[in-house]
C-alpha cells in the first residue's frame, strides 16, 4: 500500500477590470489548506474588482476549505470587493446546502458566469429604482429583473 499526499493545484488568472479568477483543482483539507491560504493572502484587492474562485475542478472539501472559502470572502468585502464560487460539483453544492453557506456565497455555474457578473470599476451601478446615468426612469421587460434587485 502506498501513501499518497492529497494534492491540490492553483491557477490565478485577470479578467474584467483587475478581477482575479483563482482556479483550485484536486483536495482543499489541512494538508493543501495552507497553499490556498497563501494564494489567496497574495491577491490584491481592490474596490470595485472582484475574486472568483473557480472551484469546478475540486474534488474533495473538508472544513479547513470551507473556512478558507469564507476568510477569503470576509477579506474581499472588506475591500469593497466582490466575492463567489464558480462551478461547484454537485457534491461541494450540498456540503454548502448542509451547512447554509449556498445562502451566503454568490455562486456562479462556471468562470463566465461570474465573470459576466463583475461590474467593470468605471462602470456606475445601475440604482435600485431603474434609473440610467441621466436620471431617466428605466424598466426592465416583464420577467427580467435586475441583478442588484
Known amino acids: 500500500m502506498t501513501d499518497t499526499q492529497p494534492s491540490l493545484s492553483i491557477s490565478q ?3 474584467v477590470d483587475g478581477g482575479i479568477i483563482l482556479c483550485v483543482a484536486g483536495d482543499l483539507d489541512h494538508h493543501t489548506g495552507p497553499l490556498l491560504e497563501q494564494a489567496l493572502s497574495a491577491i490584491p484587492l481592490r474596490p470595485g474588482t472582484g475574486l472568483i474562485l473557480e472551484v469546478a475542478d ?6 479547513t476549505g470551507l ?3 469564507i476568510k477569503a470572502s470576509h477579506r474581499a468585502r472588506a475591500a469593497d470587493c466582490s466575492f463567489s ?14 451547512t447554509g453557506l449556498d445562502a451566503f456565497f454568490t455562486i456562479h455555474a462556471d ?3 461570474a465573470v459576466g457578473s463583475l461590474r467593470p470599476a468605471h462602470t456606475p451601478a445601475r440604482s435600485k429604482t431603474g434609473q440610467n446615468e ?3 426612469t428605466t424598466s426592465a421587460p ?4 435586475h ?3
Open 13 to 15: 488568472q485577470t479578467v
Open 58 to 63: 475540486l474534488e474533495y472539501c473538508d472544513s
Open 67 to 69: 473556512t478558507l472559502m
Open 85 to 98: 464560487l464558480a462551478g461547484p460539483r454537485e457534491d461541494l453544492m450540498r456540503v454548502l446546502a448542509l
Open 111 to 113: 468562470s463566465a458566469q
Open 134 to 136: 441621466r436620471g431617466e
Open 142 to 145: 416583464s420577467g427580467i429583473h
Open 147 to 149: 441583478a442588484d434587485t
